[in-house]
């Protein structure tokens, strides 16, 4: 069937304002509200906490400490080692120390303000340099080597070595952390969490309260936007709802303020790089080196997976036969950092393109020729550093046609007449490719179930394990579900994630929403189906490799009957309606201790094309023009999938350009607010921006041979990073590499230009 760019399910309830989010559930007679007392040093003893002014404050029901709670005092997703409300030490400016329970949210939040603390001042580390200087790690070090770098190295023709430090990122979801918690009979919770990990979350509560998986119900419905930040970072605020609810026992909602949002919770990992590099005449790298260091924050959270992807991403499209890649994941007393879409493999590509843009500068090449040379083969040069083999590689033949549908070569020409001719004005023009894996590192990560049920009206309505944050994973799933039985998508529904519907699931991330989740509700439809194809080979007398289901009938030849007079027909004659389903990502290997294997299932590729403009006075820049070319594999749905990589390319080009985060020298995050942190806005958006889906069925049965769409277009922006390194270089001796980091404000591409100028 042609891919069908079907409306997001609820984006009629989106426009009109009735779609529900956690805060719209109307709230149950007697909730009370939570807010959270928050640290004022990034690393200290905690002397004296005194909470009685919080206690006598108007309207307060409980204060609530560490030694509150009953079970296990923490909430980090895989080392133990983060504390859902700090006791004895702070780690961070903005770590929680008490929680305040009040009948309303404004009495909770003033109450909060209340308490006296005192300190005793303990040496902070705050910058990722400075942890690697002090050999202070939330996780050991890792390391990955490929072949003879250190004797390549020497014997290249050519060498070059250097630093590069880029920025990390707020995920600025519009709706913030909350969680609602409701106590019912028996000491059982039902949980309303803004989460990408239900199960986590239900995991949490049971370790914090003592209970059991099947005592608390973890419920949602949709996020307003997660990005990586609702993956284990919303478990603190789970947490902390839970015990008060338990405490009090009524229900209690927790929904911080923006500022408090941002002070407590960890962003996407910054990272400083140190590389070498040795290569040929022509460009083609004969070896590589180069140590990546995180900002992990005060505790691992989910730094090791991210550390790893940056590993394995380090060679983004590129073949590196002889490579060392060191990760080191810096002990620091800021947010603990967590995941953000791409999950450390932005991180990772990014360090080889800036490579690669110093070789071509180096050799007056054009960067795209370099990249050329150096791009995956697909019979030989085309196994990954960590042993996996690249055997659906459509790089090739993906660039040569944004090539030609961007006018790449004539705009090239084009730019450099327009710099030669403007002495303040300095355009750029780069071309940067994209190979992403899609698959969770941890293998048992690749699994989801779902349950579809048939009514008697033949309606459908499907649940599944994965969290809707706005991406259309809900619009997707229906769509697979609904072509399976052959009906309209408007019969078929699907309800809020439900850790008491399916089980055990895995978060929605790493980009295998739909690949896991339609897989499965896919298998759950195809049962029933199954079903249905039996008694209507024995109603319409036909053999059950005739029977077809389509546009609301089945069909065997001449013969056919409407899909609700079947259904109807099961019903009387005693057919299950209803299945489970479930999927597990085949052809997956990984041995993290060698750093080894096949831990992605298949790559998805793009590319992009960006046009920027720079002035040298000033340091300011706007992106004239993007062309994006990206792999969706067969769409489910275009409108969709298109949504997401310009979604990535504007949220990536953020990243690397206007989002900066600031910590004082105290450890105090300083942009904790719309005032002070700059997303893009409408108006940094392209006037021209060009966005097409590379044709290209999946090599391998995804569910239908689509690719993820998520997280490989937020690589598609290093393009609009390197225009702007390519504009600065503009403005100086054109074969001097600009020093410019990311992200690249105007101040950042200031101190570039007066490098390149010499100044």
Not at 421 to 429: A, E, H, Q, Y
Not at 657 to 685: F, R
């Amino acid at each position: 069937m042609k891919p069908d760019s079907a409306a997001h399910e609820s984006a009629h309830l989106h426009v009109s304002g009735e779609a529900t989010y956690i805060d719209d559930i109307a709230e149950i007679a007697g909730t009370a509200h939570c807010a959270l007392g928050l640290s004022t040093q990034a690393h200290a003893i905690l002397t004296t906490v005194d909470l009685q002014n919080v206690r006598n404050s108007p309207g307060v029901i409980a204060v609530l400490t560490a030694g509150d709670i009953p079970g296990v005092n923490d909430c980090g997703p895989i080392i133990h080692d983060d504390p859902v409300l700090a006791q004895g030490e702070v780690f961070y400016i903005g770590q929680p120390i008490f929680a305040v329970v009040a009948e309303t949210r404004e009495q909770a939040q003033r109450a909060a303000r209340l308490g006296q603390i005192e300190y005793r001042p303990l040496p902070a580390i705050l910058t990722p340099r400075a942890a690697h200087a002090a050999h202070d790690y939330v996780l050991p070090p890792i390391s990955l080597t490929r072949g003879e770098p250190e004797q390549k190295l020497k014997a290249s023709a050519r060498q070059l070595s250097g630093t590069f430090d880029i920025g990390g990122q707020e995920q600025f979801y519009l709706e913030g952390q909350i969680a609602y918690v409701i106590p019912k009979e028996d000491g059982c919770f039902h949980v309303h969490s803004s989460t990408q990990h239900p199960t986590e979350m239900q995991h949490v509560v049971c370790h914090l309260l003592n209970l059991r998986a099947h005592q608390v119900v973890v419920e949602m419905r949709r996020m307003g936007g997660g990005f990586g930040g609702k993956e284990s970072q919303s478990a603190l605020f789970c947490a902390v709802a839970a015990l008060a609810a338990w405490k009090i026992k009524r229900p209690v909602k927790l929904r911080p303020d923006r500022d408090d949002d941002m002070m407590i919770t960890g962003k996407r990992h910054c990272f400083a790089y140190d590389y070498a590099v040795g290569f040929d005449n022509q460009g083609r790298i004969n070896a590589a080196k180069i140590d990546m260091i995180t900002r992990a924050g005060f505790s691992a959270d989910l730094s090791g997976p991210v550390a790893t992807r940056a590993l394995c991403h380090f060679d983004n499209a590129y073949f590196l036969s002889d490579v060392t890649i060191n990760a080191f994941n810096g002990k620091t007393n800021t947010q603990s950092n967590t995941a953000f879409r791409g999950f450390g493999g932005p991180q990772g590509a990014i360090a080889i393109e800036y490579i690669l843009d110093d070789i071509a500068r180096e050799l007056k090449m054009d960067p795209l020729d370099v990249r050329m040379t150096n791009f995956y083969g697909t019979h030989d040069r085309n196994v990954t550093p960590y042993g996996q083999p690249v055997k659906d590689n459509v790089i090739h033949e993906l660039v040569a046609e944004l090539v030609e549908t961007s006018d790449y070569r004539q705009r090239r020409r084009a730019v450099s007449d327009f710099n030669q001719s403007n002495t303040i004005l300095k355009k750029g023009l780069y071309l940067t490719p994209v190979k992403f894996g899609i698959s969770f590192n941890v293998k048992h990560f690749n699994q989801a179930g779902a349950l579809v049920h048939v009514y008697t009206d033949g309606s459908v309505l499907v649940n599944h394990g994965g969290t809707e944050m706005g991406q259309g994973l809900n619009t997707k799933v229906c769509q697979v579900v609904a072509r399976e039985l052959g009906i309209s998508l408007n019969q078929v529904r699907a309800t809020a994630a439900d850790t008491s519907k399916v089980a055990n699931t895995s978060a929605t991330a790493a980009s295998t929403g739909s690949d896991l989740n339609g897989k499965a509700a896919q298998n759950a439809a195809a049962q029933i189906r199954q079903r249905l194809t039996t008694l209507a080979a024995t109603l319409l007398q036909s053999e059950p490799e005739q029977i077809e289901f389509s546009g609301n009938h089945i069909t065997a030849g001449a013969r056919r009957m409407r899909f609700t007079e079947l259904v109807q027909k099961a019903y009387e004659e005693r057919i299950q309606l209803w299945s489970d389903g479930f999927y597990k990502t085949p052809d997956l290997s990984w041995d993290k201790d060698t750093l080894t294997g096949s831990p992605f299932y298949y790559f998805a590729y793009g590319a992009a094309v960006s046009e920027v403009v720079v002035d040298t006075l000033t340091g300011e820049w706007k992106l004239v023009r993007g062309d994006l070319l990206h792999d969706a594999g067969t769409s489910i749905n275009p409108a969709i999938d298109i949504g997401q990589v310009e979604g990535a390319y504007i949220q990536g080009m953020g990243w690397l350009t206007t989002e900066e985060l600031c910590w004082d020298q105290n450890g105090k995050l300083t942009t904790h607010a719309p005032s002070t942190y700059k997303i893009p806005a409408t108006h940094d958006c392209p006037d021209l921006l060009n966005t097409t889906l590379f044709s290209n069925p999946n090599g391998v049965d995804t569910v239908l041979r689509s690719k993820a769409v998520g997280e490989p277009p937020l690589l598609l922006p290093f393009s609009v990073f390197f225009a702007i390194r390519d504009a600065i270089a503009q403005a100086g001796q054109q074969n001097i590499s600009p020093p410019l980091q990311a992200p690249a404000t105007p101040e950042a591409i200031l101190a570039a230009i007066r490098a390149v100028k010499g100044i």
